[in-house]
């Protein structure tokens, strides 16, 4: 009788890996990112990121300009193997760096979140409910005054995403790696900073040449301690 329940233990672990692996493959994107803290926003807080989450669409020329086609010339190598499509992998970045700098971030930070949270992958969801390339959590929308805003566009992700690291940036007086502890639901723990920075540093390093700096390419932040 033993040596009969082994027998069929063994014939039935290859298809209960099967079944599984089917339901993995059928399931949507999930990360296991951390959870955004859920916090009271002063009034004059809401009003502030409010404004700096109201719809202002890349400029159609955007990508024409010399530091971004430099900056685009550089990066779009490096993401070819998450995302195939140059065309959609030039607006993925055009936008990466619009919104970076618009709320005064360093797109290559911006970059190495989106790689941690969410591998470059638009619909991914994690095991707290977070949405999208940056993970935002739901919660903003409604905190922001914004419920109708999809997290799931790429826009509107980005906009969010880089709204809420520039927040949790200035609030700690630009020390970039306790803004990412922030970011990602879990400040004091060395865990995610260390990860995020580390992708930075291994992918997206980027210097810009002499004349994009003059034009006013973007600064790095900060990482002071």
């Known amino acids: 009788m033993a040596a009969h329940r082994i027998r069929q233990r063994s014939t039935l672990a290859p298809i209960a890996a099967a079944v599984a692996a089917c339901l993995l493959a059928a399931a949507p994107d999930a990360v296991l990112a951390g959870a955004q803290v859920e916090e009271q926003l002063a009034p004059s807080v809401v009003t502030v990121l409010s404004r700096a989450i109201s719809d202002q669409p890349v400029p159609a020329n955007y990508a024409a300009k010399p530091e971004v086609r430099a900056w685009l010339g550089e990066m779009s190598p490096r993401l070819a193997p998450r995302i195939a499509d140059s065309r959609s992998r030039e607006d993925f970045l055009a936008t990466v760096d619009y919104e970076a700098r618009r709320a005064g971030l360093d797109p290559q930070l911006v970059l190495a979140v989106i790689q941690h949270e969410s591998a470059f992958r638009k619909y991914a969801i994690s095991t707290a409910g977070a949405r999208g390339y940056m ?59 260390s990860a995020v920075m580390a992708a930075w540093n291994r992918n997206w390093v980027y210097a810009p040449p002499a004349a994009a700096t003059k034009l006013g390419a973007a600064a790095a932040p900060t990482t002071a301690r």
């Open 135 to 193: 993970q935002v959590m739901p919660f903003w929308t409604r905190l922001l005054r914004s419920p109708e805003s999809d997290l799931f566009h790429l826009r509107v992700n980005l906009r969010f995403g880089c709204v809420i690291l520039r927040h949790y940036l200035d609030l700690e007086s630009g020390d970039v790696f306790r803004a990412l502890g922030r970011y990602n639901g879990s400040l004091g723990q060395p865990e995610y900073p």
